[in-house]
């Protein structure tokens, strides 16, 4: 017999899937910073993941993002990115977990992290954000800390002691640019087998 608290996940997610004519919803979400100026920073990893996901036009979503949805084993995938700024990131997520109807454990969050180097990718199931002002608007929006992430690792060196806001919202230089596409690569193949 299934926990109790895994089998009311169970039995919401099949009113979900009922609701949504049986097809399984999944999200993935990107977060970073919506304007031009900082479309290569490190913060924007987020965006970068999803981009390598969906290389068309986004559409703008009903609520404060952009949306792309695309089939996958009977049912639909939406890759959105917020269009607000990092530390509100929650309102997009919960905005898209209510809209889509999406359980939080159904819903992938891709994020830097200056936890982890640059190269590094980590999944994690669930658990906490780690400093991360984004995952820490995410938590308090959605009430619960048990949905999957994807960090993305952009620390290069020893960052002790570093002002870590400008270092976030800081360009990659043309050699962390470089070694970061194959990890956008990594992060992406991480993303769809996530999926499966």
């Keep these: 017999m299934l926990p109790p608290n895994l089998n009311r996940k169970s039995k919401r997610r099949k009113k979900l899937r009922k609701r949504n004519n049986d097809r399984l919803m999944k999200l993935i979400v990107g977060l970073g910073n919506p304007e031009p100026k900082y ?3 490190r913060h924007n990893v987020g965006f970068l993941v999803l981009d390598a996901l969906y290389q068309n036009k986004w ?3 009903k609520g404060p993002f952009q949306i792309n949805q695309v089939p996958f084993q009977g049912g639909e995938v939406t890759l959105a990115k917020p269009t607000v700024y990092m530390n509100e990131s ?3 997520v919960k905005a898209l977990c209510d809209c889509f109807q999406v359980l939080p454990s159904d819903c992938l969050i891709v994020v830097d992290d200056v936890n982890l180097p640059l190269g590094k990718i980590r999944f994690r199931s669930s ?3 780690g400093g991360h002002h984004g995952l820490e608007s ?3 929006e959605l009430g619960t800390s048990e ?3 994807l960090r993305v690792g952009v620390a290069v060196g020893d960052l002790s002691g ?3 806001v400008n270092y976030v919202l800081g360009h990659f230089s043309k050699e962390e640019w470089d070694q970061l596409q194959p990890q956008i690569k990594e992060a992406r193949d991480a993303c769809l087998k996530w999926l499966k």
Excluded: W
Aim: hydrophobic share 30%; charged share 25%.
């Design 39 to 41: 479309e290569r920073t």
């Design 90 to 92: 929650g309102v997009s």
């Design 127 to 129: 658990g906490s954000s």
């Design 59 to 61: 559409t703008k979503g």
């Design 147 to 149: 949905f999957p992430r």
């Design 162 to 164: 570093q002002d870590l």
């Design 138 to 140: 995410v938590i308090a």
